[in-house]
DNA sequence: GCCCAGGTGGGTA
DNA sequence: TACCCACATGGG
């Protein structure tokens, strides 16, 4: 508990305010959260660029573009056939509960958002989390494969554990260091969530590489139980 | 050429 | 529940 918000802390001092994700709109940043499925981010750009330029990134463009068009578009990022059908599926989603209005689905409680999310063909628990967090604005703790390597070369995850466990243990963690009161509390919440992975995502990639880590200059170095 | 990258869903024992 | 596997491209 401690060293998760030791380490944290180091990360946000290290980053300062990293304003996430990187996206123009909410369902830029939902469509994101499903191309950068098991893929590096410089291939999502690349499709986010060509959607862009076919005019398809946004929800009526997205509408009423076939799956055959999408692929075409987002074929950098790999696994462009599945990730086609899973924006559609979002898509229908969006249109079905929402009448296709994020803005809409913002005024929706965290947890009936994130059930319905997890129905959606496609999005698993992080692909959710993350539009909750990032698309939403909601408080909610997003882990992927950063934070299970991060901490666990700090000790702090064995490994083993499933996604809902690591992101209970982040989210309290986290929690048990906000003070203040009623709103602004809870508006300090979701920042510090979203502000905290996004720093997991950034040190993972500049110290964290399963190759050449730069572990001489990454601010984690000094706490005592980091190994690599 | 091989490994890796900000997962998910389906199948089998 | 606990593993396998398919899905696929681009960079190091």
Not at 25 to 37: D, H, K, R, V, Y
Not at 109 to 131: H, I
Not at 139 to 156: E, N, Q, S
Request: glycine letters at 10%.
């Amino acid at each position: 508990m401690l060293l998760i918000n030791r380490a944290l802390r180091l990360l946000d001092r290290h980053y300062g305010d990293l304003k996430w994700w990187p996206g123009d709109t909410p369902f830029e940043i939902m469509a994101g959260a499903i191309l950068t499925q098991n893929t590096a981010w410089s291939n999502v750009e690349k499709a986010i660029r060509s959607l862009k330029a076919a005019r398809l990134l946004s929800l009526p463009a997205m509408r009423r573009a076939g799956p055959a068009s999408i692929a075409r578009c987002i074929r950098p990022s790999g696994y462009y056939n599945q990730k086609a059908l899973k924006l559609k599926a979002l898509v229908g989603f969006l249109d079905r509960e929402y009448g296709g209005s994020i803005s809409r689905m913002r005024a929706g409680r965290t947890g009936l958002l994130r059930e319905q999310l997890l129905t959606v063909r496609g999005v698993g628990p992080e692909t959710a989390d993350s539009m909750l967090c990032y698309a939403l604005d909601k408080p909610v703790f997003v882990v992927d494969a950063y934070t299970r390597r991060i901490f666990g070369r700090l000790g702090v995850l064995r490994g083993d554990e499933d996604y809902e466990e690591v992101r209970g243990l982040f989210e309290s963690a986290i929690k048990s260091y906000i003070i203040g009161d009623g709103g602004g509390q809870r508006d300090g919440l979701q920042k510090l969530l979203n502000q905290y992975h996004a720093c997991i995502v950034m040190a993972g990639k500049d110290f964290c590489r399963k190759r050449s880590p730069a572990c001489a200059s990454c601010p984690l170095r000094r706490l005592k139980r980091c190994r690599w």
